[in-house]
């Protein structure tokens, strides 16, 4: 079956860098999505990759290795803000999104 | 200016009624969908809709039946609801399927709860 594994919660403490991971086994690969979720809120997109490699992005940045299943979202100098769920969804061979159950992220002062 | 809009927020019934969840974009999308987040935070897909076509139906209940008047809209009817219906619906739309970065954008959610 499709599974996507990431964990249930952290914390980490405002002005650090905090690593979520993902980890992936799904029926071929077109891609991997990072969406932020806010507490009664809309899931909203944060990256995108396809290609191995590091994608930067302001504070946030994403990484894949294909060969490994295995993702990381990179958030630097955090802010109470980025207390938020973070979810990683990979789209499999049909482009249809697996979705991962969400890492929440707790920032702590 | 909203992107993605679905009516109502908030939906507290009882059980064996019958519900409608609205849902439209203005981004000019081709393809919408319905998502349901229950408690464990899961998103899981329903249904979504291209060019008025169904082409993903998961293995929900026929309870559930979505209408696409058109690629704008697409709504979600309920019936006969159940306690276990009670969910966070989320309504979504990206710009085509088929498409490895096909980003979605998602509505603000509908939280439903049948008592």
């Known amino acids: 079956g499709q599974n996507i594994d990431q964990p249930t919660e952290m914390t980490a403490t405002e002005g650090a860098i905090v690593q979520i991971n993902c980890t992936y086994q799904t029926s071929g690969f077109n891609g991997l999505f990072w969406y932020q979720q806010h507490a009664g809120e809309a899931p909203t997109f944060l990256s995108y990759?396809?290609l191995d490699g590091l994608e930067e992005k302001g504070r946030f940045s994403s990484f894949l290795s294909r060969s490994k299943g295995y993702s990381y979202l990179l958030l630097k100098e955090l802010q109470m803000k980025d207390s938020a769920s973070y979810l990683c969804?990979?789209?499999?061979?049909?482009?249809?999104?697996?979705w991962g159950a969400g890492t929440k992220l707790i920032i702590k002062p | 200016d909203t992107a993605v809009s679905q009516t109502p927020k908030y939906l507290v019934t009882q059980m064996g009624n019958d519900k409608s969840i609205k849902c439209e974009q203005n981004?000019?999308?081709?393809?919408m969908y319905w998502y349901k987040q229950d408690s464990k935070k899961f998103l899981k897909i329903m249904f979504s809709?291209?060019?008025?076509?169904?082409?993903i139906n998961e293995t929900v209940p026929n309870r559930f039946s979505p209408k696409s008047p058109d690629k704008a809209h697409l709504n979600l009817h309920i019936n006969s609801l159940e306690l276990g219906d009670s969910a966070v619906y989320f309504c979504?739309?990206?710009?085509?399927?088929?498409?490895?970065?096909?980003?979605?954008?998602f509505g603000a959610g509908s939280r439903l709860t049948v008592l």
């Open positions: 990759n396809v």
């Open positions: 979504a739309s990206s710009q085509a399927l088929g498409s490895g970065a096909n980003v979605l954008t």
């Open positions: 969804a990979v789209m499999d061979s049909n482009y249809q999104l697996i």
């Open positions: 809709y291209n060019n008025k076509e169904l082409i």
């Open positions: 981004l000019g999308h081709d393809t």
